[in-house]
């Protein structure tokens, strides 16, 4: 997909919610709409939406006296009584609001693009938090700010959404492509602001936990993830490694048997040629219930499920077991894991990603069935 612009998405749209205007309107609506002036720091208000981190305003300040003021202007909105809301700047605002009130009254007065307001009060919502990320994009981030930042994107497009606005493709493409980052990184994101537990979002916040950490500790149920913060704060912090291997544990049980989905677990888990990395029990629960449903509708309807593609007609008409057998393993270890982790991070249960991770389910379950010679 192309790179767009999300604000000439919505600008577009603004145009067309827009009613049509003639004669003295119309030479009114073409004046330009931005305009920069110099506004006090006094007369400038926070956005409550900024969930940006306010991170070393020591050395913007002093970058800001070196420079002899601020030379990039802000983005702001109208308020009432003569305020502005920044947008876009909220730590160049800060920065000069405390050299004033260290006796510096010439950094008082900064230049400020003004963002006028739109008629619609939603669309101006959702105008003003896109305009808080898209002109952040460029601003050095910490692991704590991306995730927030993806989390933040996801809302508003769903909001746009709602409102009727349409999107020029997938919502995670647009996310990435936005972000300047990947679908996969996107995903792993979203998982992290779902599921991993306040106390260690916390730690991201605070910069103590690193981003992958961060996403293998969120594969953790509740319980394995608080286990695992008290390893945090005993040892003073967890690698990627010490994450990863609590979440390669199977849960414990409380019986001394095994269970006898643990025991095929343990059988599947074990290693082969054909299979690059066991998958943890947990996984292996999520991916036996998701195949309940198709296991059911074969016992009622032998039929395959769908007809299969080109490629694999060919495979199923002309390929040797063994080869079936290669495919099914790749469809599982690599394929399906990759869309369910998509598909857990779109809060949509219907989006294309949960309809990818049931075809997926779907071939597996023809290929199985020619594997097994049904």
């Given at each position: 997909?192309g790179?767009?612009?999300l604000?000439d998405?919505?600008n577009?749209?603004?145009?067309?919610d827009?009613?049509?205007?003639?004669?003295?309107d119309?030479?009114?609506?073409?004046?330009?709409a931005?305009e920069?002036?110099?506004?006090?720091?006094?007369?400038?208000?926070?956005?409550?939406?900024?969930?940006?981190s306010?991170a070393?305003?020591?050395?913007?300040?002093r970058?800001?006296?070196l420079?002899?003021?601020v030379k990039?202007?802000l983005?702001?909105?109208p308020l009432e009584g003569d305020?502005?809301?920044?947008?876009?700047g909220?730590r160049?605002?800060r920065?000069c609001?405390?050299l004033?009130?260290?006796?510096?009254p010439e950094?008082?007065?900064?230049?400020?693009?003004?963002?006028?307001?739109?008629?619609?009060?939603?669309m101006q919502?959702?105008?003003?938090?896109?305009?808080i990320i898209?002109t952040?994009?460029q601003?050095?981030?910490?692991d704590?700010d991306?995730?927030q930042?993806?989390?933040?994107l996801h809302d508003?497009l769903?909001r746009y959404?709602k409102?009727?606005?349409?999107?020029?493709g997938r919502?995670?493409e647009?996310?990435?492509?936005t972000l300047?980052?990947?679908?996969t990184q996107?995903?792993?994101?979203?998982?992290i602001?779902?599921?991993?537990?306040?106390?260690?979002?916390?730690?991201?916040?605070e910069?103590r936990?690193g981003i992958?950490a961060?996403?293998?500790?969120?594969?953790?149920?509740?319980?394995?993830?608080r286990?695992?913060?008290?390893?945090?704060?005993?040892k003073?912090?967890?690698s990627?490694?010490d994450?990863?291997q609590?979440?390669s544990?199977?849960?414990?049980?409380?019986?001394?048997?095994?269970t006898?989905?643990?025991v095929e677990?343990?059988?599947?888990?074990?290693?082969s040629?054909?299979?690059?990395?066991?998958?943890?029990?947990e996984?292996f629960q999520?991916?036996q219930k998701?195949?309940?449903?198709?296991e059911?509708q074969?016992?009622?309807?032998?039929e395959?499920?769908s007809?299969?593609?080109?490629a694999?007609?060919?495979?199923l008409d002309?390929?040797?077991p063994e080869?079936?057998?290669?495919?099914?393993?790749r469809?599982e270890?690599?394929?399906?894991?990759?869309?369910v982790?998509?598909?857990?991070a779109d809060?949509?249960q219907e989006?294309?990603w949960?309809?990818?991770?049931k075809?997926v389910?779907a071939?597996m379950a023809e290929?199985?069935?020619?594997?097994?010679?049904?």
């Amino acid at each position: 997909m192309g790179k767009f612009n999300l604000m000439d998405l919505l600008n577009a749209q603004a145009e067309r919610d827009a009613p049509q205007a003639s004669g003295t309107d119309e030479a009114q609506r073409q004046k330009p709409a931005y305009e920069i002036v110099a506004l006090s720091v006094h007369s400038l208000a926070p956005s409550e939406d900024n969930f940006y981190s306010m991170a070393e305003i020591e050395t913007l300040k002093r970058d800001i006296e070196l420079a002899g003021g601020v030379k990039q202007n802000l983005t702001v909105t109208p308020l009432e009584g003569d305020k502005y809301k920044i947008l876009a700047g909220h730590r160049r605002r800060r920065a000069c609001l405390e050299l004033v009130q260290e006796g510096k009254p010439e950094y008082e007065f900064i230049p400020c693009g003004i963002e006028p307001p739109q008629p619609d009060a939603e669309m101006q919502a959702i105008r003003e938090e896109l305009l808080i990320i898209t002109t952040n994009s460029q601003r050095e981030k910490t692991d704590w700010d991306r995730v927030q930042e993806a989390k933040h994107l996801h809302d508003v497009l769903q909001r746009y959404k709602k409102r009727g606005g349409r999107l020029p493709g997938r919502m995670r493409e647009i996310i990435a492509d936005t972000l300047n980052t990947s679908t996969t990184q996107i995903g792993r994101m979203g998982a992290i602001a779902k599921k991993l537990i306040p106390e260690f979002q916390a730690e991201m916040k605070e910069k103590r936990l690193g981003i992958s950490a961060a996403y293998e500790l969120s594969g953790l149920p509740e319980e394995q993830q608080r286990a695992a913060y008290a390893e945090h704060r005993e040892k003073g912090g967890l690698s990627v490694s010490d994450a990863k291997q609590r979440k390669s544990k199977p849960k414990p049980q409380d019986e001394t048997a095994n269970t006898p989905a643990q025991v095929e677990w343990e059988r599947e888990a074990a290693p082969s040629p054909n299979r690059e990395a066991p998958r943890t029990f947990e996984e292996f629960q999520e991916q036996q219930k998701a195949l309940r449903p198709l296991e059911q509708q074969k016992a009622a309807e032998p039929e395959p499920l769908s007809e299969p593609d080109t490629a694999a007609s060919a495979l199923l008409d002309t390929g040797t077991p063994e080869e079936i057998k290669r495919a099914l393993e790749r469809l599982e270890n690599h394929l399906l894991p990759y869309c369910v982790s998509m598909a857990e991070a779109d809060e949509n249960q219907e989006s294309e990603w949960a309809l990818d991770v049931k075809a997926v389910l779907a071939a597996m379950a023809e290929l199985q069935r020619r594997v097994n010679g049904v």
